[in-house]
């Protein structure tokens, strides 16, 4: 066909589709391809470039090839040899990359704006500005062929490559770059989050691709990728440092933070029907399971059976994984997944382990142990099916009780110490416990001859378990004898089965470990002062955290049972020792490496790992803050210190909680002498003056928050004369405690922040004659009723969470603690029974009725904020004065008109006064947090006093702080125009305002509109010298300053002024504005709360000319 033949049939298939289809498939055409690279070709004023029209009929010019530079041998790299094959001719479009880059090019790329950071294969970011030899490798055929490494678009292609060495190359890099990333390797050298941006360029989806090949070196490479992205190797290392606590046994539960979380039921079933790309935008773990990420993995591991480092990092994924309770069940449902991973990872029996074995199978590995552990702490059914389906507990037994540590190889310790602490999970939900009796002689052999000092650590750790075992089942036993007497009273005949653990087989551990104890006691108080970066204190806690449990559940026993070591014998030896303690050089250096380790402290300038709202991390414990900058880039090392300090001094806190009740007399002045130490009192002043309250994305800020909730409960506890520090303390704890701080964030709001004696060692001779104060410390006990209600909707969490912390294996059903991402109670605690009472009020109907106890909520909050206003105005000095004063005009607005209640117009006077002193700090065009704008809250303010507030005083003087000139225009306009009759209301004199007058004066007002709005409200007779003396003086004063100003602005309206101040009928009106000239207040203050009007003698204030200046003269002339 010709080419006119051509474009004739390609008009008549044209008119044949619809014109919207064409389009689309144009655009689709256009848009093509993964990415676009824009460039500018060179035209030649010769040779021009062909221009192509999207309508044109016909082409104005053929399409030419591109013009490719010749390429000559002497340009190439090597020699040309006659004999090889096919290079008789050169193909220049294929060797053009082998010649050197033009000088040019290089020249017009500096001179661009940077691209995107470029990574070597090791992850590191390449400097642009220092050369890399061609022989590294790292250049290559992109868009920047001078530049070195591979940028995170150019590693996505080469995932996508057919050749398997590509693909390989590419994952390793990846994987090395996220685990640099969340390694906090970038923080200082790049500006975005890498792994953000991996998530959103859907980095899972491509993993998940890669996970599927046939080959088994991408397979492998693509499992070392998901490692990174999902395992944090800190957190792992930093949970290890905790298990030697009380607390050790627990796993934090990871859930993803849900920036917007469903409210409606639409938008709940919309949730439901969601697919997995919509999923992994929410959360990646949660998407994985819609994507047969378990059973691929279950494949990996029993069919191409992998070398050990790839199941060793299956098997950290699957622990990652096991963060929800959710999680473990749908993995326990997974096809023979546990099947593989107990017979092939946890075997019974196996050949030893040989030191460079690189297979994985037949052989029992310590991950595989961890893993069993997060699954039986996911819950108690979890655990009795491990035990009953895949002999988790026999496996346990194997392993602890072998005698030949040469079988296990150089895995012996770490495997030791897993199987133990995954028997002290079991021990703790009362299971288990039964072979202790039979392996309690080796234990016991085991702790005395062992040398290995993390399995001495859990081995303590799991007789501290069967300690609480025991307690736990002696008090079940006696429940249940006290059911069956009654039973039997009336006829029954049932009787309770036997305890599996009695106290009497626990009781003689004291024997064994007490010694073990006193020894690392003595040691520490030795070898600490001078070894102190490098000393272990794992051992000491683990050991004083077993004696403390001792003694705690000692005491609670019916039956006495006899030892060698008596608790009177502790105690003795515990004077003795916390004496020797107080006064040593080893203790004042803990107390300084705590402060200078501090979370709380130093947050701020901590390194933090890279995290996403979808894949969340535990935050773990970074570098200090007085890191140099340029070490950025180097890894973050852990510090067991850091955490080891917090748990050392917080153990022996409890274990004199613990014995102050054995002999008082003798343990009191160990503990006032422990709370006055000066390095405690250092902190917890430092503690005390910080602000910040963004700790809830760190786990582990919830350790040092226990360790300070404990400080100040032992403070209570005995009579100290630091109880004003302990109680600024214990405020400023309440929005700094985390989602696994809840249990005590409960005791410290009942026991410690409303203690009357706290309120009282605050109090002054002022405050002591102030009636509203001490009417506000008497209702104490009604206000800590009120604030710790707060946390009834979080009563099941709140019972778990105390069942778990104090190791009650009755009712512990998981052993899982929530991490939540935001703090307990925010920054504004004291505020947010007002708050909710407002959100009730906004949220109720018309003709339904509010809560009973809406007056006393309110007025406890109230009270509770008057007295720190008054007692303690630093613990709030957080909060903006104009956040506090929203809140508070919030409690105008309850339906019930509670304001007018003589109480609480004492509460808001005095708090209206305390903010008063602080006039210069409001400013409402700061933003509230809670609230949308402030502009729709004054709105409804303005309408609710016109509607209630009957002239209260206590109202109007709220009213009028955003009228005063150094706030926005914007309120003053709404109320001089828009709500003009509530001004009527307003019946204040000048001598009961809580704020000067002046600020309502001063600067003088420009904006016309409110000028004629206050000149419209004086004429028309709305605010009157006598009814209304504030608002008359403050109109007065503006309107006459705006009509004699001289600036040429506004002249029509200047003009129109004065011709209604001339032509006013009211005499008296008529004269304040045409010959005002000052306010001057004189006289004495009024009661505020007297809603009587007081204004006294007005007139006398208010300074007129006796004769107008001759400028003021002409300018009235004018009009007349």
Known sequence: MSHEEII????????????????????????SGISSVSFEPTTDSNNPAPVITENSEKPVATIQKDIVDPISSSDLPFKLDDKWLHMDQLEHEKLRWLKPLDEHKKNKKGIKEKLSARFDFTGEVVNPEEPVGAASGLHHHGDEPEAAGYTLEELYILVRSLNAAQKVLALATLSNVLRKAKS?????????SIVNSLLQADIVLLLRYALDEKSELVVAAAVNAWHSLLCQQQDTKSLELLSCSMTGHLVPELVAVDVSPPTTEEEIIEREEEQYLEVLKRDVISGLLLMDFLPRLR???EVIRPQLVVCSQILDILCRMMTSSETSYKLSRTPRLLNVVFEEFLPMSFTPVAENDECGHGKPLVEAMRFARCLCASGRTMAVDLIARHGLMERIVRYVSSTDPSEFGIVYSKLMVESLLTWRTLVLY?????????????????????TDDSIIVSLVCLLTSLLAAADATASTDKRKKTVHFSDSTMGGSAEAPSPALDWTQVSGLIDSVYSVAMKSVHNFLESYSEHHSTYDLSILISLLDFVHSYLTHARLQPVHVECFVTPQAILSDMVKIFRQLLTSTAFSKLLINIRQSSILLNESGYLTSESSNSLPSLHSLPKPANIDKAEAGESTQLKPQAIHLLLSLQTLIRLLRSTLSLSPTEIQPLCVDLIGHNEVMTYMRRVSQTQQTNNSTNYFASVE???????????????????KELHRLSLSLVPKCTGANLSELHDLLSRVVFSPIMFRSHLTESSRSDHVTQECVMSLPSISNTYISLLLPLGEQLQHSRNILSRNT???SKMLLRHSHTDMLPLDWPYLPIMHLYQTSSDRSVDSQPPPDTCQLLKNSLQLVNLLETLLPDVTKAISVHAKVARVMCSFLLDDGLFHEPDMQRL???????????????????????????????????????????????????????MMQQQSVEYRKLVWTEHALTLRSVFLSPNQLMFPMEKLLYPEEVNAAIITGMSANLLSGLITLTRNPVLYVAAVHHVNRFMFTTDGRDADVKLSLLKSAHLCTVESLKNHLIFYKEYKMSGSSVDVNDDTNSSGDINADIVCYTKLPIQRCNLLKSVT
């Open 184 to 192: 906090g390797h970038y923080l200082y050298l790049l500006n975005n």
């Open 430 to 450: 009362g299971l288990g416990c039964e072979h202790y009796i039979i392996l309690r002689p080796s234990l016991i052999t085991r702790l005395q001859v062992e």
């Open 299 to 301: 494949y990996i591991l």
């Open 705 to 723: 928050c226990s360790l300070l909730v404990d400080l100040c409960q032992l403070g209570v506890a005995v009579p100290t004369p630091h109880l």
């Open 908 to 962: 808001l006077t005095s708090l209206l006064l305390s903010y008063c002193c602080h006039i210069d700090r409001i400013d409402f065009s700061q933003p509230v947090p809670g609230l949308q704008a402030f502009a729709d809250l004054y709105m409804a303010f303005l309408d609710h006093f016109e509607a209630t507030s009957f002239g209260s005083s206590v109202f109007s003087q709220y009213v009028l702080l955003p």
């Open 810 to 812: 009755e009712k512990t």
């Open 8 to 31: 004739e049939q390609q008009k008549k298939l044209a008119a044949m589709f619809d014109t919207s289809l064409l389009e689309k498939l144009k655009n689709r055409k256009k848009g």
